[in-house]
C-alpha cells in the first residue's frame, strides 16, 4: 500500500507531503499504481523546480519507497501562489488515483 500524507496549514496551503510504500499493484515493472505515483510526485517536484525556481526541501530513503517534501520558507507571494497551484494539482492527481485503486494507494489529508 502507498500511504500519501498531504499536510496543509491553517490557511489550506500545503505545506508538505510524504509518499511511503509500494502499491504492490502488479509484479515489478509492471505496477501501474507505483508508477503513477512515482510519475505524480517525482514531475511535481522537478516542475516546481523548473517552473518556479524553487527546490523543495526533499528527503528521501533507500531504493524508493519513501518521498518527503515541504515547502521553503520565504517566497515571494507569486511564487508562493504557483508553488501552490502545481502542488494541489499534485494532490487531486493522488485522490483519484486512491479513489480509482483503493486497495493500492490511501490519501490522507492533515489540515491544522
Known amino acids: ?3 500519501v500524507r498531504m499536510q496543509h496549514n491553517e490557511h489550506d496551503d500545503i505545506i ?3 509518499m511511503s510504500g509500494h502499491a504492490e499493484a502488479g509484479p515489478y515493472g509492471q505496477d501501474i499504481v507505483c508508477a503513477g505515483a512515482s510519475a505524480v510526485s517525482i514531475g511535481t517536484v522537478n516542475a516546481v ?3 518556479c525556481g524553487v527546490d523543495l526541501v526533499v528527503s528521501s530513503k533507500g531504493e524508493g519507497g519513501y518521498l518527503d517534501c515541504a515547502v521553503p ?3 515571494d507571494v507569486r511564487t508562493y501562489e504557483d ?5 494541489k494539482g499534485m494532490e487531486l492527481s493522488f485522490l ?5 485503486y483503493q486497495t493500492f494507494i ?4 492533515d489540515r491544522r
Open 1 to 3: 500500500m502507498i500511504y
Open 16 to 18: 508538505a507531503f510524504t
Open 49 to 51: 523546480q523548473s517552473l
Open 73 to 75: 520558507e520565504g517566497l
Open 83 to 87: 508553488v501552490q497551484l502545481l502542488l
Open 96 to 100: 483519484s488515483m486512491a479513489d480509482a
Open 106 to 109: 490511501t490519501v490522507e489529508i
